[in-house]
């Protein structure tokens, strides 16, 4: 196991019981999601809607440690509870800006998983 990984199956693989088609499903549909939750994120930070961020954050956090990504989830958790209470507004920029960074991480990873299964 690549220790620098920020990606893990093995709760997908526990889900799926390791089939290969089902989890290249899963990985699909994450793709789609980044993608919504890249814009939404960006978005609802330009726009002020810190609410509709937290919302977003959480569901994000499921998605994301669906595919082991515990410690981005745990972080999007946290801001989440943040824009609950407006706390800290100031740090949601930066929470924003490492989601992105982490999320084209795991794309990366999961891409190179993808390609694996399709041959």
Request: glycine residues 6%; charged residues 35%.
């Amino acid at each position: 196991m690549n220790e620098n990984k920020l990606t893990s199956l093995a709760y997908l693989d526990e889900v799926t019981g390791g089939d290969p088609e089902i989890t290249k499903e899963f990985i699909e549909m994450f793709f789609e999601q980044i993608i919504e939750f890249k814009t939404g994120l960006r978005d609802f930070l330009s726009q002020k809607k810190y609410k509709e961020l937290g919302e977003l954050a959480h569901k994000a956090k499921s998605s994301v440690m669906t595919f082991g990504m515990n410690d981005l989830g745990m972080r999007l958790k946290q801001l989440q509870l943040k824009t609950q209470k407006l706390e800290e507004i100031d740090s949601y920029e930066e929470q924003v800006v490492e989601f992105e960074t982490l999320i084209e991480q795991a794309q990366k990873e999961l891409s190179e998983i993808l390609e694996t299964i399709k041959k």
